[in-house]
């Protein structure tokens, strides 16, 4: 039985050896290029199998850092160059996600050190000792972000056409006083119990986080996870419509600015939702240049910051308030006070992810 220690110790041309060697032994007639001709090339592979038979062109790649997509890229213009079967990538490291998304489909097989390791074990009786460092994504994380992902795009697509016009909705004209205001009160109580909902889901959701960290791979209360963040979801997709109903309102010059303010509102919660969805999903995407040496720990705090909107909400009803005396003005100020209290304080949770290597 062959030992080394580490294979990351091996230079390029000993790692090229050693590939080549395994290849061999699986039944190849091997060739390898000139390296200053190389044209991309490592070694070129013949198999004389039936069913197997052709031409494979081989790239070995000793890396200490991630394998991404451009080396996919050149590779795949020399296999069409070379009419060959198969470009075969072998590397000690790990290929990014967006490596293995361009190889999806194509004539590209990508073998990383873990798997490396076991063919090398398998036809050479050799034996690493080598721990292949590898990002072990909690299923918990990979469920929130499959999910809430596409909700949280589709939302901001559709907020974002809305605005800009390419999608037509109806305009509710409420230009009556009374009316109005009748209108916004319904608004603010449903807006900050909303907030208040999805306080409490992104708490819960961080709960289950925590649960399933410790323990990812005996962790099988998933669809917890999967229930909760459907939940979240149409918290969400609820949001969106109460947004568009208000949004499509039409009111009296005297409450643009109140109406404007409201407004930003909504828009402080979308953009806090999508930001921290989307950074959960950043930080769980292995990078280009990531190179494995501790865990990962990612800082994402989620606060519905809307203490600026609600002062300026506030300075608006006194300022309304002193112009008119047509309107329960006391009524209206307990309920949107209670509502505004819920939202400037609504939630200040730090989510902290950890993702271990082993």
């Known amino acids: 039985m062959e030992t080394y220690k580490d294979i990351d110790k091996l230079n390029g041309i000993e790692f090229e050896d050693l590939v080549e060697k395994l290849i061999s032994k699986m039944g190849f007639i091997t060739e390898r290029t000139k390296r200053s001709f190389d044209g991309g090339i ?20 000793r890396y200490s850092k991630s394998i991404g ?30 490596a293995k998304e361009f190889a999806k489909n194509k004539p590209i097989e990508l073998i990383d050190g873990k798997k490396l390791t076991e063919m090398l074990d398998k036809h050479l009786n050799f034996y690493a000792e080598k721990k292949v460092e590898e990002l072990k994504i909690p299923e918990a994380y990979k469920i929130t972000v499959d999910l809430l992902v596409p909700v949280i795009k589709e939302i901001s697509d559709r907020r974002t056409k809305i605005k800009n016009g390419f999608i037509f909705v109806d305009k509710r004209h409420l230009t009556n006083d009374k009316v109005f205001l009748s209108f916004l009160q319904k608004n603010q109580s449903t807006l900050a119990s909303l907030s208040q909902t999805m306080t409490s889901q ?19 209360n998933l669809s917890e996870i999967k229930t909760h963040c459907g939940e979240f979801a149409k918290s969400m997709q609820k949001m969106e419509k109460e947004w568009e109903v208000f949004f499509s309102v039409e009111t009296s010059e005297y409450f643009n600015r109140l109406y404007n303010i409201t407004c930003e509102f909504y828009e402080v919660i979308f953009k806090e939702n999508e930001r921290v969805i989307l950074e ?15 865990n990962i720990e990612v800082n ?7 203490g600026k909107c609600t002062e300026e ?24 006070g209670g509502c505004l ?12 992810i950890v993702i271990a290597i082993f």
């Open 42 to 61: 490592d070694i070129v592979a013949i198999n004389e199998q039936p069913l197997f038979n052709g031409k494979y062109i081989i790239q070995c790649k």
């Open 313 to 336: 909400f506030n300075n608006e009803i006194s300022a309304i308030t002193k112009r008119s005396n047509g309107f329960n003005w006391k009524s209206l100020s307990d309920s949107l």
């Open 202 to 220: 992104f708490n819960h959701l961080y709960v289950l986080w925590e649960n399933s960290r410790g323990e990812q791979e005996k962790y099988t």
């Open 69 to 98: 997509e451009p080396v996919l890229r050149d590779l795949y213009g020399v296999v069409n160059s070379e009419h060959a079967n198969k470009g075969i990538v072998i590397t000690n490291s790990y290929f990014t996600k967006t």
């Open 280 to 294: 959960l999903e950043k930080a769980i995407s292995i990078s280009e240049d990531f190179v494995p040496k501790n």
């Open 300 to 306: 994402l705090t989620v606060n519905y910051d809307v």
């Open 341 to 352: 209290v819920v939202l400037a304080f609504v939630l200040a949770a730090i989510i902290v």
